[in-house]
């Protein structure tokens, strides 16, 4: 019981040591996260879409042409 006594300050000192060293541990290896503009700037492509505007207007204009009021056929 005695020995029991005397190693209780020990551990106690033991356990705080740890716990210390773990934490350094986790804030040491916490990442770094950085942001920064790129070199060169973005495009984006919008060619898409204008084609498919373009075609639009020629279905469109097509129907017109061809549909049965028009008296082409």
Partial sequence: MRLI????????????LFWGSVTLTMIACT??????APEKPITIN???KIDHEIRLKVDKDLDEVLSKDSGLF
């Avoid at 990442?31 to 920064?36: C, F, G, K, L, Q």
């Fill in 31 to 36: 990442p770094r996260v950085e942001v920064a």
């Fill in 5 to 16: 006594m005397l190693m209780r300050p020990m551990l106690k000192c033991a356990e705080r």
């Fill in 46 to 48: 919008l060619n898409v």
